[in-house]
C-alpha cells in the first residue's frame, strides 16, 4: 500500500494489523498491487496520511469523508482537503462557506485542511484511495472495513469527541458510534455537496457545526487549539 505499518503512530498498528491479517485485508493489498502492475494511477500517494497526522490519542473530531478525489494533484489523503494551490472542488467551497457562515471567518486562499489535523481533527475517508478519473473505483474493496475498525477504536475511547456526520454514507457508519455509549456527539446534515448542501431535511448550509462542535469540547475541557482557523485565511 505504499507505507509501513511501523510507521503509523502506535495507537493505530494494532487496528491496521488486524485488519491486513484478514481475508478483506489481503484482497486489498492484492487488488491494489494488481492496479500497480497495470499502470493505473491511484491517489492520494500516501493513503494512510488521516492516521499519520492524527493519533487516536490526539483525536477530538472525526469528518467522514467518502472517497479522495480522483483529479491529478488534489488529493492529499485527508476528507474533503485539496493540496495547496489547486481549486476548491464543490463540497469543499461548500464546506468553508459553512465555516465563515458559522464562525464568521474569512475565506482562506488554500483549501488544505491540513491544520486542523494537527489539532485533533481526524479527517478521515471511508475509501482511502481511487484511480485517476473515476470517482468510487476503489469501492466495495476492502478499505471500508478498515475504516469502521479504525471508527470503532476512536469510539470506544471514553475521551469526549464529536462525529461531525455529513450524508447518508458517513451517517450510516456513525450508526456505530452509537453503541459506544453517551460519551460522544453526534451532529448530523446533509452532505456539502452542492446537490444536497441546501436541502431539506438536515441542509449542511446553515447546520451550525462548527460552532456546535468547539463549544461541546471547550465545555468538557477538549478545545481544538486555534479552533477551525486556517493559516492561509485571507485578511
Known sequence: MGVQVADLPPGWQPTVRAFLATPA??????????????G?????????????????????????????????????GLAFSVAPGRPHPPSLRNLLAERARDLGLPPPRSGSLLAWAGRG?????????????????????????????????????PA????????AHAQRLGERIAQAGPAHLR???????????????RPFLGCGHFGLAQAWLQARGRPLDG???????AA
Open 25 to 38: 485485508g489481503q484482497a486489498l493489498e492484492a487488488f491494489l498491487a494488481a492496479e500497480r502492475v497495470a
Open 40 to 76: 493505473a494511477r491511484v491517489y492520494p500517494p500516501d493513503p494512510f496520511r488521516a492516521l499519520r497526522l492524527t493519533a487516536p490519542e490526539a483525536v477530538r473530531v472525526v469528518i467522514l469523508g467518502q472517497d479522495p478525489y480522483h483529479g491529478p494533484g488534489q488529493a492529499e
Open 121 to 157: 481533527v481526524l479527517l478521515l475517508n471511508t475509501t482511502l484511495t481511487v484511480r485517476d478519473g473515476e470517482p468510487a473505483s476503489h469501492a466495495g474493496r476492502g478499505w471500508e472495513a478498515l475504516s469502521a475498525a479504525l471508527l470503532d477504536q476512536v469510539a470506544a475511547d
Open 160 to 167: 469526549p469527541k464529536v462525529f461531525l456526520l455529513w450524508g
Open 187 to 201: 451532529l448530523e446534515a446533509n452532505h456539502p455537496s452542492p446537490l444536497s448542501a441546501r436541502r431539506p431535511p
Open 227 to 233: 479552533g477551525w482557523t486556517l493559516p492561509a485565511d
